[in-house]
């Protein structure tokens, strides 16, 4: 250990006495290491990492065969819900911009207008009080309750405990607070996190229109959880029924209508294929700046191995053992690493505070959460 210690004081000399050397090198190393940590950090959070709901794996979005698009009229989603037989709930929403009133102060939320099965499809048990039902979306105007999400009730209502019961104005029309969602619960789609959800049956007074007995207008996006037990294909199969029995119902409105699954967080297959497309290439150009920080590094070290030729040479004239010399020049590159390893980490946490801080400049509230984890390190 003595000796140990012993390199380590002669490695910190050594960088000291060429501050070039080291600056360049922490510098080369970080920025390797922050660009691969960024991408798979974002790659962790849009694609590998599972919606923060029981059992995730059950939970899938409804696309059309037809469009990439998966936007649906709500009799559409209303028939899948009452003529499946392959899904323990289904669900539709409609995220909007609305304007909730908090402490005496409005400003523009995003809110989820959800039908009375959504809370069952993603599972989940509420925080504070309870969560929407379905009777709160039975018909227009059968309930006037909100549930707030986790991150709102902390922000804009100071994680008032007792906040259950109290009226919060929601585009102006009164509303009671019922329950907070968990925390980490931000619905199944990565990009739009909502401050509160409200019943769907109530858009024509929220939002001043009127679709939801209309088979023309694809105002809504749909959410399924699969019965235990039941495999894809049997899905798929029963959504092929659905789709033709509606289709001889309707053969005007629903010529072309056709079902199909596809995974949550990125609006299905819409955002999904050209997200993953992207991220690969992103993933490709990291390793690539990776091995070039490398070899550039490789190149550093060489050169400066070489200045030091005359230096070792004299330390093994004197009594020094080739093991002591190289042990030496291992830890001072180890030293190297550490430093480069601790700017990167800083480089990515300013990477990823930009990122959950960046608003784009848009009327739609769109966010982006992630954080530094050791996982990704």
Same mark, same amino acid.
């Given at each position: 250990?003595?000796?140990? @210690? ?43 990492? !599972? ?79 309870? @969560? ?28 008032? !405990? ?19 969602? !968990? ?67 309707? !053969? ?126």
């Amino acid at each position: 250990m003595g000796t140990l @210690l012993q390199d380590l004081r002669f490695a910190v000399r050594h960088i000291r006495r060429s501050p070039g050397f080291a600056i360049t090198a922490v510098l080369i190393l970080a920025l390797g290491i922050a660009a691969n940590v960024i991408v798979l950090g974002v790659l962790k959070v849009l694609i590998l990492e !599972p919606l923060d709901m029981p059992h995730p794996d059950r939970v899938m979005m409804l696309g059309r065969t037809e469009f990439s698009i998966p936007a649906f009229s709500y009799p559409e989603v209303r028939d899948v819900r009452d003529e499946n037989a392959v899904f323990s709930a289904v669900a539709a929403f409609n995220p909007s911009s609305l304007g909730m009133e908090a402490n005496g102060v409005a400003r523009p939320v995003l809110g989820y207008l959800v039908s009375g099965q959504y809370f069952e499809v993603v599972g989940i048990k509420p925080f504070l009080g309870r @969560l929407l039902q379905r009777a709160d979306d039975d018909h227009p105007g059968a309930s006037q309750a909100a549930v707030l999400s986790w991150p709102a009730w902390k922000s804009d209502f100071s994680a008032d !405990p007792n906040i259950v019961g109290k009226t919060v104005r929601i585009n102006k029309h009164p509303y009671t607070v019922v329950g907070v969602t !968990p925390e980490g619960f931000y619905g199944t789609e990565r990009f739009l996190q909502p401050d509160v959800f409200v019943p769907l049956a109530n858009e024509a007074t929220l939002l001043g229109t009127n679709f939801l007995e209309s088979r023309g207008i694809d105002a809504v996006l749909s959410i399924v959880r699969i019965k235990e037990g039941v495999t894809l294909a049997q899905v798929q199969a029963n959504l092929n029924t659905i789709a033709a029995q509606i289709k001889r119902q309707h !053969p005007k409105e629903e010529e072309k209508l056709g079902f199909k699954l596809s995974r949550p967080g990125l609006i299905g297959d819409y955002g999904g294929g050209p997200v993953r497309g992207f991220l690969a290439g992103l993933m490709i150009l990291a390793g690539i700046v990776l091995l070039a920080a490398c070899a550039n590094l490789g190149g550093l070290f060489a050169a400066r191995t070489a200045d030091r030729t005359r230096d070792i040479a004299i330390r093994l004239a004197i009594g020094s053992s080739r093991w002591r010399v190289t042990r030496q020049v291992l830890v001072e590159a180890l030293v190297i690493a550490i430093l480069g390893g601790a700017c990167g980490c800083g480089l990515v946490w300013m990477a990823f505070l930009g990122l959950s801080n960046w608003r784009p400049p848009i009327s739609f509230p769109l966010r982006f959460s992630v954080a530094l984890q050791p996982s990704l390190i």
